[in-house]
């Protein structure tokens, strides 16, 4: 005990340290393009280099100045006060090939398909269908059940939930797990959360009105528990984020 005192004191003095010196952020603009492709953009490094890249749209642009772009698929530009056929883009390994492939998230109540990084080379990537009519204005893309994996989470036929994809099965789509019984959730509804609002270590999934607990042991099909809680006046909670005490906290798209 007498040599623990200093070493907590030592640590105190370095978290007072840190925080005086944390320097400002600053920030650079880049447009990639003057065009409308897509709502959506994402990163990842897709030609291994060790620099992170962005996709955005049809296109992507290798770090780390972005100058330099390569197609992904034939570009198709959209009216800028109408919307994209590419309202979210992830990017994940889906083959388990060790290149960072991408997933398009379409218009809402679309099918959403996922491109295979050509390992490299320099041609346009494969298509493969990922899943059916992703509805919601705003699927989100969490470790939901804690293998490493990230899923796509989203609404279809009246259910809430979440696709899991297959890195054995590329060609296969991806499957849906609902959480919730058959409710109201449509082509166009608005607001998905995640985060683990009860620190078991699981990630919960919220509405604006009320959050689903993931159960300890997943049982497909089966219901999540349900807990109502007005997290917000008419503007859905986005998603949480883990706050200094591990708990979760609130982030709102403002
Ligand atoms: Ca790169
Ligand atoms: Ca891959
Ligand atoms: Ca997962
Ligand atoms: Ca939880």
């Known amino acids: 005990m007498r040599e623990l005192i200093p070493v907590v004191a030592l640590v105190g003095l370095c978290q007072a340290a840190c925080l005086a010196e944390a320097p ?5 603009k ?3 393009s003057d065009k409308f492709y897509a709502e959506g953009a994402y990163y990842a490094d897709f030609n291994k280099d060790g620099k992170l890249d962005i996709v955005a749209g049809p296109f992507w642009f290798e770090g780390p100045d972005f ?3 390569h197609e992904i698929r034939s570009p198709q530009t959209f009216d800028p006060k109408g919307y994209s056929d590419n309202f979210l883009t992830f990017t994940g390994d889906f083959n388990g090939d060790g290149w960072p492939d991408v997933l398009y998230v379409p218009f809402p109540g ?3 398909f996922w491109y295979e990084n050509p390992a490299g080379k320099d041609v346009p990537w494969k298509k493969h269908l990922a899943l059916k009519n992703v ?5 989100m893309w969490a470790d939901v059940n804690g293998d490493g994996r990230p899923e796509l989470i989203y609404n279809i036929n009246g259910y809430l939930g979440y696709a899991t994809y297959d890195p054995a099965k590329p060609e296969e789509p991806w499957k849906f797990h609902p ?17 683990d609002v009860n620190g078991d270590g699981r990630i919960d999934i919220l509405e604006s ?3 689903w607990e993931q159960p300890a042991v997943l049982d497909d099909g ?11 006046e008419g503007c859905p909670p986005e998603k949480l984020r883990r706050g200094d005490d591990g708990r979760a906290e609130q982030e709102r798209r403002t």
């Not at 509805?135 to 699927?139: I, R």
């Not at 959480?179 to 985060?195: E, L």
């Not at 219901?223 to 917000?232: D, I, N, S, T, V």
Request: net charge positive; no cysteine; proline share 10%.
């Open 179 to 195: 959480i919730t019984p058959k409710g109201g959730y449509g082509q166009f509804t608005h607001g998905i959360g995640y985060g």
């Open 135 to 139: 509805g919601n204005e705003s699927p």
């Open 24 to 28: 400002t952020p600053t920030f650079k």
């Open 222 to 232: 089966k219901p999540w528990a349900w807990h109502p809680f007005r997290f917000a």
């Open 30 to 32: 880049l447009t990639l």
């Open 110 to 112: 679309a099918d959403a």
């Open 209 to 211: 009105n009320g959050w």
């Open 67 to 69: 100058q330099k772009k």
